[in-house]
């Protein structure tokens, strides 16, 4: 079973009495640990289905499951936690705060969690390690 599934994910918006079928029966599915890019032009949904993939859209239908259970079913909080714990992505126009250095960056988000400030301090440097920016950290 995949980590992450996309199941005939459709989602239309209405604007002055008009439909926009933006994502038109997506299915998808994607491994634990898999490096995914999704591409395309302006308009085309990129982000409308990283919002829905994220559990911050629930407007749509299709159903997002993750190891086979569905989003759909999660309250806020539940929500909450899967977005701080179990997701992430980085936008094309992406914002960081400029006086920080990049490890401060990434401890912005990791400040929203549970873990310790020395936990935080070496998951903060572990990512960084992964994506080869360890030596940019400072």
Do not use: C, P
């Not at 994910?9 to 994502?23: E, G, P, S």
């Not at 890019?37 to 859209?57: F, P, Q, R, V, Y």
């Not at 988000?109 to 400072?138: C, F, I, P, W, Y």
Request: charge should be negative.
């Amino acid at each position: 079973m995949a980590y992450l599934q996309l199941v005939d994910i459709k989602k239309t918006y209405h604007v002055d009495n008009q439909d926009f079928k933006v994502l038109k029966g997506i299915n998808l599915s994607f491994e634990r640990g898999e490096f995914v890019s999704i591409l395309g032009e302006s308009g085309g949904g990129k982000t409308t289905l990283m919002n829905i993939i994220a559990g911050l859209d629930s407007d749509y239908s299709g159903d997002v499951l993750i190891e086979g259970k569905s989003l759909k079913h999660d309250t806020t909080k539940q929500l909450d936690e899967y977005r701080r714990s179990t997701i992430g992505f980085i936008f094309q126009s992406f914002n960081l705060i400029s006086h920080l250095t990049v490890r401060e960056n990434v401890l912005v988000s990791l400040e929203m969690t549970t873990l310790s400030h020395k936990q935080q301090l070496e998951r903060a440097d572990e990512l960084l390690d992964k994506v080869g920016l360890a030596d940019h950290k400072n």
